[in-house]
């Protein structure tokens, strides 16, 4: 068994920052203000919007079913919002704050309505040993030393075949794209770190459908293929210190360097993951990327 301490942790947000951009892979996930020793990470609108709404809907899961929406979701909402309130959502005017305040209520009002499968059993992945900041993991390579970590947002129990259903809330007004490798991860880490099989995968778009939509699951051994290949090569450019932005500059990294610039907004330290909280000047009128959703604390 390899020493986890000096292992490659990777999720799909990470995963997903080297695939925009190795730059800003390395000013994300692995780069730390030598003035603090703290990581940086930037807040913006869209973000703080996914993580309200998430926090809300993630919450639920632990309920037993009969109680899950007997209090109103828009009490809980609140209580979330007040967390990423004025600076710390990255808002730039009490009005564009209200406006995204305002689609997290009208997401959540509509899953009030049409409740579907979060009145359903749901299921949680049980603690094991090898787990960081409380997320699911596994070794995708102990050859390679490479972990892969992350946290889906719900897994419905399906009882007539004793499976589970990876459902996944999008806050977003975009639809995921063709060729993303957010469910290959997803279906990886709900089979290595539960016993149950995975039947179905899909994706709810709050902002504009009442159901879940679902997608093709993808075939476990072409998952571990794709992400492996994506994995082998983080880990050499981490070796080699390699993580150059090949546009010399772009919508991925260009904000971090606005941090390192001294151009970004300091915000204050976000406790929970020791990090430098910053806003970026080119999101002072709109945020850089529409649909972002929660982070899943990268390594």
Not at 50 to 66: I, M, N, R
Not at 87 to 111: A, D, P, T
Not at 131 to 149: K, Q, V
Not at 247 to 255: D, E, K, M, T
Request: glycine share 6%; hydrophobic share 35%.
């Amino acid at each position: 068994m390899q020493d986890t301490r000096y292992a490659v942790w990777l999720s799909h947000s990470s995963i997903g920052d080297y695939l925009k951009c190795p730059r800003s892979y390395y000013l994300k996930n692995l780069y730390k203000n030598p003035q603090t020793g703290r990581k940086i990470t930037l807040m913006q609108p869209s973000l703080a919007l996914g993580q309200a709404v998430h926090g809300v809907l993630e919450s639920l899961q632990s309920l037993p079913v009969d109680v899950r929406l007997k209090d109103s979701l828009l009490d809980k909402y609140d209580l979330a919002w007040e967390k990423v309130r004025g600076k710390w959502g990255g808002f730039s005017s009490n009005e564009q704050e209200e406006e995204f305040k305002q689609r997290g209520r009208e997401m959540l009002e509509r899953v009030m309505k049409h409740p579907g499968p979060l009145l359903n059993k749901a299921l949680t992945i049980p603690a094991r040993s090898m787990m960081i900041e409380g997320l699911p993991s596994f070794y995708l390579s102990e050859e390679d030393n490479i972990i892969l970590c992350g946290k889906v947002d719900w897994l419905e129990y399906i009882p007539e075949t004793d499976s589970v259903h990876i459902l996944d809330f999008k806050t977003g007004k975009n639809e995921e794209k063709a060729g993303s490798l957010q469910l290959p991860i997803y279906h990886l880490l709900v089979k290595h770190c539960q016993n149950r099989e995975v039947s179905k995968a899909s994706y709810w778009y709050l902002d504009s459908q009442d159901k879940p939509v679902e997608v093709a699951l993808p075939d476990i051994e072409q998952c571990t293929r794709q992400v492996l290949d994506v994995a082998q090569s983080i880990k050499l450019a981490r070796e080699d210190r390699l993580f150059d932005c090949s546009r010399g500059g772009c919508f991925a990294c260009s904000p971090y360097e606005e941090i390192l610039n001294g151009e970004a907004q300091y915000v204050g330290v976000d406790e929970g993951m020791n990090k430098d909280v910053y806003i970026p000047q080119s999101s002072v009128n709109e945020p850089i990327v529409e649909g972002l959703e929660l982070e899943e604390v990268p390594i």
